[in-house]
């Protein structure tokens, strides 16, 4: 382990001089802060005595010396080596002015944004890894699961609208596709003959719609703060955000996804977008998931609803038309995940459970299935589900889901034609209609139920979020075990499948930091299929190249000569493919050595060749594995790099604040300028930098703790970095009032941030041995709010130096006042 990390550090360019370095600047900001506190409490003391000339004097050199700095060619070099290149000020701008979206000389200057979120004047938005936004990297490797029977052209453009398409803000569109916002690639095309062999389903897909002012937000004369451009896929969230002086700026925020549909594009299109590429791709042993994620009221269920009859509409076709006298049938079930349990919406709302088969196959236990044939009882069935489901009020849905609702639609194929065996499952389609992203927020809302429901949805959705990082990581270990919905997820993950995400956002600027979570979240899940370091085992199954036994000999879906081989061996590809993964991820070796292996597999086991004659050695249970060395491996890369990103994000808010700084000195030097105000404001500033301060050394301490555990530190020599003593001078009265602020600031943290930060605190201030309780794991009540502000407080102020503490504050804190 320790040596890894050193390999790892070695070749990744001091990753320890990184901790060190940012400890020293740590040191240096803290210091200066603590300087101009004293100097700013002096001030205060000699109000009216202030010698307006040598301040001035002073401050002006300063301001001089930062526009210097910053404009200077060679520290463009530097900010472009420490990843900060957009923070540099354009050479010709350099004069005062460019501070002043602050102060209004530069007005109209945006704030910058993150970076790889620019795009350039008309330009592709700059992809720092160099990838293009679609799933291109992935098309290459599916055209294997495409049938070699010809898929008959589904879309019929003269079909009738399905129930629920209604649309109440804008009917029936007349414009365009293109105009209304749907983009170039429409797979409608998809579904020409001529393109059937060469079509490609991405294995993720992000597609976000935006849906259009409702009638409260119109009455509210709210702002639509997002723009669409359907022809690149970017989305922009305008942001307004306030400086330090209460000003407003804008803030852009820019997204590029695999689709972005505006207000204006219809249900149909939606579908088309979305899951109709994916519906032949069922009857080719694919598991297709297609869900949708945003906040409540921001048009999931709107979304979801129409897709499963359109889909099933579809299915049927294919079922009756080109796959006719096949065997194949459809099935149809539906059920919700609530509080944590699986419950029927078919059947009474019997609660089910889940349970995982010898293949690693997820099974839902009890579980009516409907086997179905025609469009209007597929209706029906969907009626009746939905009428079932757990609904409630939140404000801004009227009629919010409080569930997670699973709409399956299973593709399964009698054996040898016969009835009475049970039929075998070739494909599903699942759609999950989400609970809103954002019920964390329930857990201060209403009454207990609906705190308890908003928790556990809450606690659902991170579990997805942390395996779509697992995923995005590469870890060996993916925790679908998190939550209940992941692991029915599970299946869109792993394996064979097709995963479509739709992230539904609502456009009005009161939803503005609901909507930049999930269009992050949406981000997080597209980056998935970025690189072929990314592919799940189903990218693995289809790599055509290095691997010497062609993937063509895989049986076509029409080939099907015997059923219950032809389905036994495609599992035992998915077990010699799910090996071929482990192996390559416990011996990071490369992938051809991989593919090897999977190939002697494939013989070996006579894999789409021949019938299965030796027995297969039990599958290696990736869920089960034990926690590696290298899954610890991992996460200390990516705390480290979590650190150097944290790091970087605090040097641009230190920039930002210190702009704010020079705009408040000019503002100080103009003549009758309010001196109450520029000590209330620089305040402000001091304390805002002292408490970023504060979180950067708490998330250094936090990683040092890491290795430490892990003896990197120690290892190398005796010399590792100590945590900073925070007591000592000069920390000691930025920490204290900066302590002071956080806890202030703690009743706005939910129990997991709290405790991180807390722990952390004790860890610091080395006051463990105070702590005689460990708070309670659940969220906070008043009492214990005020129980634990009064330890951190009372400790503050019995440990620390009276002297400090006179500076911080004249007297003893009393218990909080609430
Ligand atoms: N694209 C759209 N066009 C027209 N109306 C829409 C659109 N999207 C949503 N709506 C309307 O907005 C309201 C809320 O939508 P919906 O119930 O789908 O939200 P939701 O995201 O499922 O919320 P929750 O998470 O609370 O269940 C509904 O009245 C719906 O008809």
């Given at each position: 382990?320790?040596?890894?990390?050193?390999?790892?550090?070695?070749?990744?360019?001091?990753?320890?001089?990184?901790?060190?370095?940012?400890?020293?600047?740590?040191?240096?900001?803290?210091?200066?802060?603590?300087?101009?506190?004293?100097?700013?409490?002096?001030?205060?003391?000699?109000?009216g005595?202030?010698?307006?000339s040598?301040?001035?004097?002073?401050?002006?050199?300063?301001?001089?010396?930062?526009?210097?700095?910053?404009?200077?060619?060679?520290?463009?070099?530097?900010?472009?080596?420490?990843?900060?290149?957009?923070l540099?000020?354009?050479?010709?701008?350099?004069?005062?002015?460019?501070?002043?979206?602050?102060?209004?000389?530069?007005?109209?200057?945006?704030?910058?944004?993150?970076?790889?979120?620019?795009?350039?004047h008309?330009?592709?938005?700059?992809d720092?890894?160099?990838?293009?936004?679609?799933?291109?990297?992935l098309?290459?490797?599916?055209?294997?699961?495409?049938?070699?029977?010809?898929?008959?052209?589904?879309?019929?453009?003269?079909?009738?609208?399905?129930?629920?398409?209604?649309?109440?803000?804008?009917?029936?569109?007349k414009?365009?596709?293109?105009?209304?916002?749907?983009?170039?690639n429409?797979?409608?095309?998809?579904?020409?003959?001529?393109?059937?062999?060469?079509?490609?389903?991405?294995?993720?897909?992000?597609?976000?719609?935006?849906?259009?002012?409702?009638?409260?937000?119109?009455?509210?004369?709210?702002?639509?703060?997002?723009?669409?451009?359907?022809?690149?896929n970017?989305?922009?969230?305008?942001?307004?955000?306030?400086?330090?002086?209460?000003t407003?700026?804008?803030e852009?925020?820019?997204?590029?996804?695999?689709?972005?549909?505006?207000?204006?594009?219809?249900?149909?299109?939606?579908?088309?977008?979305?899951?109709?590429?994916?519906?032949?791709?069922?009857?080719?042993?694919?598991?297709?998931?297609?869900?949708?994620?945003?906040?409540?009221?921001?048009?999931?269920?709107?979304?979801?609803?129409?897709?499963?009859?359109?889909?099933?509409?579809?299915?049927?076709?294919?079922?009756?038309?080109?796959?006719?006298?096949?065997?194949?049938?459809?099935?149809?079930?539906?059920?919700?995940?609530y509080?944590?349990?699986?419950?029927?919406?078919?059947?009474?709302?019997?609660?089910?459970?889940?349970?995982?088969?010898?293949?690693?196959q997820?099974?839902?236990?009890?579980?009516?299935?409907?086997r179905?044939?025609?469009?209007?009882?597929?209706?029906?069935?969907?009626?009746r589900?939905?009428?079932?489901?757990?609904?409630?009020?939140?404000?801004?849905?009227?009629?919010?889901?409080?569930?997670?609702a699973?709409?399956?639609?299973?593709i399964?194929?009698?054996?040898?034609?016969?009835?009475?065996?049970?039929?075998?499952?070739?494909?599903?389609?699942?759609?999950?209609?989400?609970?809103?992203s954002?019920?964390?927020?329930d857990?201060?809302?209403?009454d207990?139920?609906?705190?308890?429901?908003?928790?556990?949805?809450?606690?659902?959705?991170?579990?997805?979020?942390?395996?779509?990082?697992?995923?995005d990581?590469?870890?060996?270990?993916?925790?679908?075990?998190?939550?209940?919905?992941?692991?029915?997820?599970?299946?869109?993950?792993?394996?064979?499948?097709?995963?479509?995400?739709?992230?539904?956002?609502?456009?009005?600027?009161?939803?503005?930091?609901?909507?930049?979570?999930?269009?992050?979240?949406?981000?997080?899940?597209k980056?998935?299929?970025?690189?072929?370091?990314?592919?799940?085992?189903?990218?693995?199954?289809?790599?055509?190249?290095?691997?010497?036994?062609?993937?063509?000999?895989?049986?076509?879906?029409?080939?099907?000569?015997?059923?219950?081989?032809d389905?036994?061996?495609?599992?035992?590809?998915?077990?010699?493919a799910e090996?071929?993964?482990?192996?390559?991820?416990?011996?990071?070796?490369?992938?051809?050595?991989?593919?090897?292996?999977?190939?002697?597999?494939?013989?070996?086991?006579?894999?789409?060749?021949?019938?299965?004659?030796?027995?297969?050695?039990?599958?290696?249970?990736?869920?089960?594995?034990?926690?590696?060395?290298?899954?610890?491996l991992?996460?200390?890369?990516?705390?480290?790099?979590?650190?150097?990103?944290?790091?970087?994000?605090?040097?641009?808010?230190?920039?930002?604040?210190?702009?704010?700084?020079?705009?408040?000195?000019?503002?100080?030097?103009?003549?009758?300028?309010?001196?109450?105000?520029?000590?209330?404001?620089?305040?402000?500033?001091?304390?805002?930098?002292?408490?970023s301060?504060?979180?950067?050394?708490?998330?250094?301490?936090?990683?040092?703790?890491?290795?430490?555990?892990?003896?990197?530190?120690?290892?190398?020599?005796?010399?590792?970095p100590?945590?900073t003593?925070?007591t000592?001078?000069?920390?000691?009265?930025a920490?204290?009032?900066?302590?002071?602020?956080?806890?202030?600031?703690?009743?706005?943290?939910?129990?997991?941030?709290?405790?991180?930060?807390?722990?952390?605190?004790?860890?610091?201030?080395?006051?463990?041995?105070?702590?005689?309780?460990?708070?309670?794991?659940?969220?906070?009540?008043?009492?214990?709010?005020?129980r634990i502000?009064?330890?951190?407080?009372?400790?503050?102020?019995?440990?620390?130096?009276?002297?400090?503490?006179?500076?911080?504050?004249?007297?003893?804190?009393?218990?909080?006042?609430?």
């Open positions: 382990m320790v040596a890894k990390y050193w390999e790892y550090a070695i070749n990744n360019a001091n990753t320890i001089a990184t901790i060190l370095k940012v400890q020293n600047w740590m040191t240096e900001m803290a210091a200066t802060i603590h300087n101009t506190q004293s100097i700013q409490d002096t001030a205060v003391g000699r109000h005595q202030r010698s307006g040598s301040g001035a004097h002073h401050q002006r050199q300063y301001s001089d010396n930062f526009l210097e700095v910053t404009s200077s060619s060679s520290n463009g070099r530097w900010l472009q080596s420490a990843g900060l290149q957009h540099q000020q354009p050479s010709s701008n350099t004069s005062s002015q460019d501070f002043g979206y602050y102060g209004g000389g530069g007005g109209g200057q945006e704030p910058l944004t993150p970076p790889g979120r620019q795009k350039k008309g330009g592709a938005v700059d720092p890894n160099g990838f293009s936004p679609g799933l291109l990297d098309h290459s490797f599916d055209t294997e699961l495409i049938s070699e029977v010809p898929v008959a052209p589904m879309y019929n453009s003269t079909r009738d609208r399905s129930f629920d398409d209604a649309e109440p803000y804008f009917g029936n569109s414009q365009p596709s293109k105009a209304r916002g749907l983009p170039d429409n797979l409608l095309k998809n579904f020409a003959p001529e393109k059937e062999k060469a079509s490609t389903v991405a294995k993720i897909k992000v597609v976000v719609r935006k849906r259009p002012l409702n009638k409260k937000e119109l009455a509210k004369n709210e702002e639509d703060i997002i723009t669409t451009d359907t022809h690149s970017c989305l922009t969230v305008h942001e307004t955000k306030l400086k330090v002086d209460l407003e700026y804008m852009k925020h820019e997204f590029v996804f695999d689709a972005v549909l505006n207000e204006e594009v219809s249900n149909d299109e939606v579908y088309h977008e979305t899951v109709e590429p994916i519906v032949p791709i069922i009857f080719q042993r694919t598991k297709a998931t297609c869900f949708a994620y945003g906040q409540t009221g921001s048009g999931k269920t709107f979304t979801m609803k129409p897709l499963p009859l359109k889909a099933s509409r579809d299915i049927l076709r294919l079922v009756n038309h080109t796959y006719r006298s096949q065997g194949f049938h459809l099935y149809f079930s539906f059920f919700e995940i509080g944590g349990k699986l419950y029927d919406l078919l059947n009474d709302r019997k609660k089910l459970c889940m349970r995982e088969d010898g293949k690693q997820v099974c839902i236990v009890g579980l009516q299935e409907y179905v044939s025609d469009v209007e009882t597929i209706k029906e069935l969907i009626e589900g939905n009428a079932t489901r757990s609904t409630g009020t939140t404000g801004a849905n009227e009629e919010s889901s409080r569930s997670h699973i709409l399956q639609l299973v399964k194929r009698s054996v040898d034609g016969s009835e009475s065996k049970p039929p075998r499952v070739v494909g599903k389609l699942s759609f999950i209609d989400l609970a809103g954002e019920r964390g927020a857990t201060t809302d209403n207990k139920q609906t705190r308890m429901e908003g928790a556990e949805i809450n606690k659902s959705l991170l579990a997805l979020k942390e395996c779509i990082r697992a995923l990581n590469d870890q060996g270990h993916i925790p679908f075990r998190g939550s209940k919905l992941t692991e029915v997820l599970r299946d869109s993950f792993v394996g064979n499948s097709r995963t479509v995400m739709i992230s539904c956002i609502s456009p009005n600027a009161g939803s503005c930091e609901h909507t930049l979570n999930t269009l992050r979240y949406a981000d997080r899940v980056s998935l299929s970025k690189g072929n370091k990314k592919e799940t085992i189903a990218s693995s199954i289809n790599v055509k190249e290095s691997t010497t036994v062609s993937m063509t000999s895989l049986p076509p879906v029409s080939s099907y000569e015997d059923d219950e081989d389905y036994d061996t495609t599992e035992e590809l998915y077990e010699a090996q071929v993964q482990q192996s390559s991820w416990k011996n990071n070796n490369t992938k051809a050595e991989a593919y090897s292996s999977f190939d002697k597999n494939r013989r070996v086991n006579g894999i789409g060749q021949t019938k299965l004659k030796e027995p297969q050695p039990p599958p290696l249970k990736s869920e089960s594995r034990n926690w590696s060395p290298d899954d610890e991992n996460a200390l890369l990516k705390e480290e790099e979590d650190l150097v990103n944290a790091h970087r994000k605090q040097v641009e808010d230190t920039m930002d604040i210190v702009r704010v700084e020079m705009n408040l000195l000019v503002e100080a030097d103009e003549p009758g300028n309010q001196l109450d105000g520029y000590v209330t404001k620089l305040n402000t500033i001091l304390a805002q930098k002292a408490s301060i504060l979180q950067l050394q708490n998330r250094l301490a936090h990683f040092q703790r890491r290795l430490r555990e892990h003896d990197v530190l120690v290892s190398s020599g005796g010399d590792a100590k945590a003593p925070l000592e001078k000069p920390y000691g009265i920490n204290i009032r900066a302590s002071i602020l956080v806890i202030l600031d703690l009743e706005r943290m939910n129990y997991d941030s709290w405790r991180e930060l807390f722990e952390t605190h004790c860890y610091c201030f080395g006051m463990a041995n105070h702590l005689k309780e460990k708070p309670d794991p659940k969220p906070f009540g008043l009492e214990e709010w005020k502000d009064n330890i951190v407080k009372m400790w503050i102020y019995d440990t620390l130096s009276p002297s400090l503490l006179q500076m911080s504050s004249k007297r003893k804190p009393n218990a909080i006042r609430y």
